[in-house]
């Protein structure tokens, strides 16, 4: 009896890993139990030429100096994911290898990377409690990059612990305060956000609302801000990705593009992304993107173009290259750096 359930969980197993859906492999447990098994290996080859030092992606930050030249292989963007089901509750864990320091390993030896929590989240009917993506991002918006996130210069883009609510295309959530760049600064309340989605046939757009309360040296005040984003189906299977947010921000739009007070003032910021991806045949494709985000008071300006050409190997392994610029312009001070890219993306 016991070896007959062995094969018989065996099969189950052997019948998953078989599948190709794209959420990844299952293993029934019961009538109302399932483990399910996704994410992704990928491998990246980068070249970075400019004033702008390399990094593996690009995000808001970056300073500028004397042209250089560098490249690097990395698989940091590899991920894994376990989702857990019993009857109305689900569990859903995410690592990556980006986490860690200098101590973990080095390209001397080992090329050693820790994990990094990503997601980390309970959901039980229309409630959500957990870390993951705010509710304030729309994530069909983001563009199929090689760069990892694409053009995060002007785009919402956080994962942070977070309570919320689904009515429908309504949500709305209380979110984890931090008061970037404020002195001795004191979260008192969690941020509030509230978010509609449109969807349709043609495709989704959402508007995003954010309501907080920042109190830190010589700033005590409610601060908001907006954003609109959405993925529009155009012609055959292309699609138009964008996004706006304006407003006061701060570390919500443009991944360190702004802070949320600067010298004892809110900041303001202006993010913006664009990116039309085009099929050139059922597998073959090329996405063409530009971000842009700009603070008031730093007078921080970053921008981010690409343009890149995918192809699936198969229905798992997908291959692609980019090339793209990345500018920074600081009170007078500016360069950029431009990179060419080379991927592989296996998903599981």
Not at 36 to 55: C, L, M, Q, T
Not at 79 to 84: D, E, G, I, L, S
Not at 281 to 297: I, Q, V
Request: aromatic share 14%.
């Amino acid at each position: 009896m016991k070896s007959s359930a062995h094969k018989k969980l065996a099969g189950v197993i052997l019948l998953t890993l078989g599948s190709t859906a794209h959420a990844g492999y299952e293993i029934k447990l019961g009538d109302e139990d399932k483990i399910e098994f996704g994410g992704y290996i990928k491998a990246d080859g980068r070249y970075v030429s400019g004033a702008v030092p390399y990094r593996d992606y690009w995000i808001g930050s970056g300073s500028v100096g004397a042209d250089d030249s560098e490249f690097r292989f990395n698989a940091r963007e590899t991920r894994f994911n376990t989702k857990y089901t019993h009857k109305d509750v689900v569990g859903f864990l995410e690592f990556d290898l980006y986490g860690g320091n200098s101590n973990v390993g080095n390209e001397v030896i080992s090329n050693s990377y820790a994990p990094r929590l990503r997601h980390a989240y309970i959901k039980y009917e229309d409630w959500l409690l957990g870390q993951t993506w705010t509710t304030f991002m729309n994530t069909c918006a983001i563009p199929e990059t090689a760069d990892f996130g694409g053009p995060l210069v002007g785009e919402a883009f956080i994962r942070q612990g977070q309570i919320r609510y689904t009515y429908g295309g309504l949500q709305l959530a209380l979110e984890n305060p931090e008061n970037y760049g404020g002195v001795d600064a004191s979260d008192k309340l969690p941020d509030f956000v509230g978010k509609y989605s449109f969807n349709g046939d043609w495709g989704g757009v959402s508007v995003s609302a954010l309501v907080r309360k920042l109190d830190s040296l010589g700033v005590d005040e409610v601060t908001f801000g907006m954003s609109v984003a959405g993925k529009i189906n155009t012609f055959g299977k292309d699609d138009l990705r964008f996004q706006f947010s304006k407003g006061e921000l701060g570390r919500y739009v443009g991944v360190v593009v702004a802070k949320d007070v600067f010298e004892e003032q809110v900041e303001e910021t202006t993010a913006y992304t664009v990116a039309y991806r085009h099929f050139w045949s059922d597998d073959l494709r090329s996405t063409l993107f530009y971000g842009r985000g700009k603070a008031d008071l730093a007078n921080t300006d970053r921008s981010h173009y690409g343009i890149n050409l995918f192809t699936n190997l198969t229905d798992k392994l997908s291959v692609g290259m980019e090339y793209g610029n990345y500018d920074v312009s600081d009170l007078g001070i500016e360069g950029d750096s431009d990179y060419f890219q080379l991927s592989a993306k296996y998903s599981l």
